[in-house]
């Protein structure tokens, strides 16, 4: 049979003292003699005596745990803004506990649900692809848990989060791509279910119009960022009378997967179709045909700044609930960076 941790009480039996003094003594309260504190403490080592931080916690009222929930930490991008939600944690003395999402919403509201039920003092959330009612996320605020999405952004009004600005980057990619004498550029956009779709069609618009360049809606297409969809996304751009010149796609995974059906049907990548993307993989750099450029989103930054938020948030949820907070959010500037 295991023996069991040393208590407090254990500790206050052998001394013939009070619980609450041993306590007092561990946390070198002024109101206890030096002798008493040091016949405690030299106990309390040869027990072994750990604290309860549990018990501790829950005092505190909290757990120093925050939850993140992502679509895929598979892809370079989240696993990224993991390190940078970690970073900013570690010195905050907060644990991190991941879920993944992989972009099905009935797996992520039940992610959601448990670390509720585990009472992590706040949630750190990218919203799967296919997430289009939010109730899981609106249940927070009545068990005042506070949360801070980043980068894939719900549909929801009075939230705090934290995104990459996608205007600049989108203008920089289009003006790229203008200088090197485009005229046909197409986007491969995402999924209509995310708010980044929008954003980025209206930046390609307008990014068109500032170049003089007419929308022409046969150059707009969609992917659900599956390899099949994107394929298909593909075929519908190659097969048109005048085919694109360039195309921008939704992310690098999607220009990849746009890019393998290209040389596929034989056309020269970046020769015939040139191709710009969104969050500048690191692995772009080691391919033999990479997207010309690619817009970064810096994921670090992101994570590292909802962490920040979220946390500020968590250290004023015992003054200020969370339905009197007034909605934070910050972006980061994109940037267009060639390969």
């Given amino acids: ?3 069991k941790l040393p208590t407090i009480k254990e500790i206050a039996k052998r001394l013939n003292i009070s619980i609450s003094t041993v306590s007092r003594a561990l946390h070198d309260h002024h109101s206890i003699g030096l002798r008493t504190k040091m016949r405690v403490r030299q106990l309390a080592e040869e027990l072994n005596y750990e604290p309860n931080k549990t018990a501790i916690n ?11 929930i992502l679509p895929n930490l598979s892809e370079s991008f989240f696993s990224s803004a993991i390190s940078g939600i970690e970073d900013f944690a570690n010195t905050q003395n907060y644990n991190v506990v991941l879920g993944q999402s992989h972009d099905d ?33 609106a249940m927070l ?27 600049n980057g989108m203008q920089q990619a289009i003006q790229y791509l203008v200088r090197k004498k485009h005229k046909h550029i197409a986007l491969i956009n995402g999924p209509e279910t995310l708010v980044a779709t929008r954003e980025r069609l209206d930046c390609y618009i307008a990014a068109l119009k500032n170049s003089n360049i007419e929308t ?10 599956t390899a099949e969809k994107t394929h298909e996304a593909m075929k519908k751009l190659i097969a048109l009378e005048q085919k694109p010149t360039a195309i921008i796609a939704f992310n690098d995974y ?33 391919m033999e045909n990479p997207p010309l450029a690619s817009v970064e989103q810096f994921p670090y930054q992101q994570g590292q700044k909802a962490a920040e938020m979220l946390l500020k948030m968590v250290g004023t949820r015992n003054s200020v609930s969370a339905q009197e907070t007034v909605a934070m959010n910050y972006t980061i500037d994109s940037k267009l960076e060639t390969h």
């Fill in 254 to 286: 999607v220009a990849l997967d746009a890019i393998q059906l290209a040389k596929k049907e034989k056309i020269k990548i970046n020769k015939e179709i040139s191709f710009v993307s969104f969050a500048n993989l690191p692995i772009c750099n080691y």
């Fill in 1 to 3: 049979m295991d023996k």
């Fill in 105 to 137: 919403k009935e797996r992520e509201i039940s992610i959601v649900k448990a670390m509720k039920n585990q009472r992590v003092d706040g949630m750190l959330v990218s919203v799967a692809k296919n997430t289009t009612s939010y109730e899981h996320f």
């Fill in 58 to 68: 829950f005092k505190q009222g909290k757990t120093f745990i925050i939850g993140v």
């Fill in 216 to 225: 022409d809606e046969k150059y707009i297409v969609s992917t659900d960022l």
């Fill in 141 to 167: 605020r009545k068990y005042n848990i506070p949360l801070v999405f980043f980068d894939r952004i719900p549909d929801m009004a009075n939230i705090n989060y934290v995104a990459c600005k996608l205007e």
